[in-house]
């Protein structure tokens, strides 16, 4: 199972909106609504922050939202704050009931 | 207040085996599916497998099959994974990390441990 693939690096100035991608097949993203997506800043261990494609768990900021086309999901930050800085995973189901981590992208606020 | 507490360090010389431990507290281990994810150093974090709260089954990501085992201790709360014929490419942060859902893996890990650090160095 190959990692799904994430841009290596996202950037933008505070307030403005970026989009991560995530991109699969139709074995794991494209064919099922567990796709997450992930927040980890160094050292820590990484936190939920999107679950079942654009679910928020409670406590996360609704400036986070989720959502998926085809084989390709997608994190949106919204209103970009320098706490937002941090790397982020997406994770999907795949077919075989297993579990695969995308590449990682590092987000950086201008 | 749900909480997963995991073992500490870990020096392993290539060749030999490592059993890290994950205990939860706040609720059981019975009722969620938990999963080990590990991160090498400077790099990406990577899902090795789960145990399933009511049967105890496993489910593995290929890459360890054969060399990683995933098992549970009601009693006690806790699941361990073991690695065996440890490689230096091995060495990673090994994370716990409970399922949110109920009786079901939906891949969305709500609680994780603090991480585990194994070093393979000879």
């Known amino acids: 199972q190959s990692a799904l693939t994430q841009p290596a690096s996202v950037s933008g100035s505070p307030g403005q909106s970026i989009t991560i991608s995530c991109t699969g097949t139709?074995?794991?993203?494209?064919?099922?609504?567990?796709v997450s997506w992930y927040q980890q800043v160094p050292g820590k261990a990484p936190r939920l922050m999107i679950y079942?494609?654009?679910n928020r768990p409670s406590g996360v900021s609704n400036r986070f939202s989720g959502s998926k086309s085809g084989n390709t999901a997608s994190l949106t930050i919204s209103g970009l704050q320098a706490e937002d800085e941090a790397d982020y995973y997406c994770?999907?189901?795949?077919?075989?009931?297993?579990?695969?981590f995308g590449t990682g992208t590092k987000v950086t606020v201008l | 207040q749900e909480q997963l507490v995991q073992s500490g360090a870990e020096v392993k010389q290539p060749g030999a085996s490592v059993k890290v431990s994950c205990t939860a507290s706040?609720?059981?281990?019975?009722?969620?599916?938990v999963h080990w994810i590990r991160q090498a150093p400077g790099q990406g974090v990577e899902w090795m497998g789960w145990?399933?709260?009511?049967?105890?089954?496993?489910s593995y990501a290929q890459k360890f099959q054969g060399r990683v085992t995933v098992t549970r201790d009601t009693s006690i709360n806790t699941v361990y994974m073991d690695l065996n014929r440890l490689r230096s490419d091995d060495t990673a942060v090994y994370y716990c990390?409970?399922?949110?859902?109920?009786?079901?893996?939906?891949?969305?890990?709500?609680?994780w441990g603090q991480g585990t650090l194994v070093t393979v160095s000879s």
């Open positions: 990390a409970r399922d949110h859902i109920t009786f079901w893996s939906g891949y969305s890990f709500d609680y």
């Open positions: 706040g609720y059981t281990i019975a009722n969620y599916y």
């Open positions: 145990i399933s709260p009511n049967s105890g089954g496993t």
């Open positions: 139709s074995s794991d993203v494209g064919g099922y609504n567990y």
């Open positions: 079942e494609v654009g």
């Open positions: 994770c999907s189901y795949t077919a075989n009931n297993r579990g695969v």
